[in-house]
């Protein structure tokens, strides 16, 4: 069967350091959904029923950037199957192919 393309990931992301590589996948894909999909201030969450680890994400503002494309800003948490839990804001913009990524700020 097909397997789930996830976006290319931000190098030695710190909070997916503490997910097992499915979960991290899991996750990635939860972002990519929420920042596509629900409203702000609507939160989509997930499970990784392997271990335990979830999450949630947090739209909180859409915005279009000056070089014309989409952003928004979100709350991530992750919370590992050790139960170490990892909160942080960020800003992801759509990019030509569809896929949001994040912005180094």
Do not use: F, H
């Amino acid at each position: 069967g097909a397997c789930a393309q996830a976006p290319s990931p931000v190098s030695g992301d710190p909070a997916y350091g503490v997910l097992a590589p499915s979960a991290e996948v899991l996750a990635r894909n939860t972002v990519q959904e929420a920042l596509e999909t629900a409203r702000s201030r609507t939160s989509l969450s997930w499970v990784y029923a392997e271990d335990g680890s979830r999450g949630k994400i947090t739209p909180l503002r859409t915005y279009r950037s000056t070089t014309g494309y989409y952003c928004r800003e979100y709350t991530e948490v992750v919370i590992g199957a050790d139960e170490g839990r990892s909160s942080r804001q960020r800003t992801a913009c759509r990019d030509r192919d569809g896929l949001w990524k994040p912005v180094r700020s």
